[in-house]
T-cell receptor
Framework: KQEVTQIPAALSVPEGENLVLNCSFT??????LQWFRQDPGKGLTSLLL?????REQTSGRLNASLDKSSGRSTLYIAASQPGDSATYLC???????????FGKGTSLLVTP | DVKVTQSSRYLVKRTGEKVFLECVQD?????MFWYRQDPGLGLRLIYF???????EKGDIPEGYSVSREKKERFSLILESASTNQTSMYLC????????????FGQGTRLTVV
């Protein structure tokens, strides 16, 4: 079964810093990898989708990379802001199934 | 924009009640999913559906059933609610199987007392 791990579990940084969130998965046979944001008590908001044939995707201050062979992805957030404070979740869609397998998330706090 | 709407943000139900959680998507997506999210356990798949009237068990289907009579609507049913089903329930949809983005609803916080 696909296992998805996110490191660190929690992160606190001052406003303006660039930061990297890590995601690793055990089975490289994936269709895609997706990064989500979740605010407390809310649903998930899709941030970036990287298909298996791609190496990276960018949206504004966010950049996600994918190294399928090593089972790793990173989410880079540039010039962090307090509004970026949330939990960030990584999920992979395995070749063997329809649904996403999620990591447990990284809780990010950006302090003013 | 894709919209996935869950019928309730918060629900409180009594042990033994039959509970219906409704989810509607407006983008003609083929796939729909129900997850539950618990602290320390993350998101776990309960059931999914890849077509009308089709359903597949996820990782934790026990105590739940689902219904998909129309393409846009996917219902999660707790046949006899128990306190260990207190959780955040999240519905999602995606266009089709391969390489497509998943969109989530706002979540339903269910408390069973």
């Amino acid at each position: 079964k696909q296992e998805v791990t996110q490191i660190p579990a929690a992160l606190s940084v001052p406003e303006g810093e660039n930061l990297v969130l890590n995601c690793s998965f055990t089975d490289s046979a994936i269709y895609n990898l997706q990064w989500f944001r979740q605010d407390p008590g809310k649903g998930l908001t899709s941030l970036l989708l990287i298909q298996s044939s791609q190496r990276e995707q960018t949206s504004g201050r966010l950049n996600a990379s994918l190294d399928k062979s090593s089972g790793r992805s990173t989410l880079y957030i540039a010039a962090s802001q307090p509004g970026d404070s949330a939990t960030y979740l990584c999920a992979v869609e395995a070749n063997s199934g329809y649904a996403l397998n999620f990591g447990k998330g990284t809780s990010l706090l950006v302090t003013p | 924009d894709v919209k996935v709407t869950q019928s309730s943000r918060y629900l409180v139900k009594r042990t033994g009640e039959k509970v219906f959680l409704e989810c509607v998507q407006d983008m003609d997506h083929e796939n729909m999913f129900w997850y539950r999210q618990d602290p320390g356990l993350g998101l776990r798949l309960i059931y999914f559906s890849y077509d009308v009237k089709m359903k597949e068990k996820g990782d934790i289907p026990e105590g739940y059933s689902v219904s998909r009579e129309k393409k846009e609507r996917f219902s999660l049913i707790l046949e006899s609610a128990s306190t260990n089903q207190t959780s955040m329930y999240l519905c999602a949809s995606s266009w089709d199987r391969v390489n497509t983005e998943a969109f989530f609803g706002q979540g339903t916080r269910l408390t069973v007392v």
